[in-house]
């Protein structure tokens, strides 16, 4: 995983092909409305920028990303930062897929 990293204020939809140096600020997992015990997805904020690995996505990750521990992460997807609830004023946030690496 050599090479130079992007900068965050450079991402945007459309490329899948990112490689970001990051500090995992928080790290939480959000429980589902239907049944709050049971969690959905991990939410996190990276320094200056969202991130949100999904349910199917949970197991792969959940034990390799540690709150205030640095990483690189590349292959995820770029998607706007809507909604009522933003943990991060970035225009974007990023969504592991099966091919995002840590």
Same mark, same amino acid.
């Given at each position: 995983?050599?090479?130079? @990293? +992007? /900068? !965050?204020?450079?991402?945007?939809?459309?490329?899948?092909?990112?490689? #970001?140096?990051?500090? =995992? =600020?928080? $790290?939480?997992? /959000?429980?589902? !409305?239907?049944?709050?015990?049971? *969690? @959905?997805? !991990? +939410?996190?904020? #990276? /320094? +200056?920028?969202?991130?949100? %690995?999904?349910? *199917? &996505? &949970?197991?792969? @990750?959940?034990? $390799?990303?540690?709150?205030?521990? =640095?990483?690189? &992460? &590349?292959? @995820?997807?770029? %998607?706007?930062?809507?909604?009522?609830?933003?943990?991060?004023?970035?225009?974007?946030? $990023? #969504?592991?897929?099966?091919?995002?690496?840590?």
């Amino acid at each position: 995983m050599g090479g130079p @990293f +992007d /900068m !965050i204020s450079a991402i945007h939809p459309g490329k899948d092909s990112w490689r #970001l140096r990051v500090r =995992v =600020v928080r $790290l939480w997992e /959000m429980c589902s !409305i239907v049944d709050p015990t049971k *969690p @959905f997805a !991990i +939410d996190m904020v #990276l /320094m +200056d920028v969202e991130a949100t %690995i999904r349910k *199917p &996505m &949970m197991k792969k @990750f959940s034990n $390799l990303i540690v709150e205030g521990e =640095v990483y690189t &992460m &590349m292959s @995820f997807a770029v %998607i706007k930062n809507v909604g009522c609830y933003r943990a991060s004023r970035h225009e974007y946030k $990023l #969504l592991f897929s099966a091919k995002t690496k840590v």
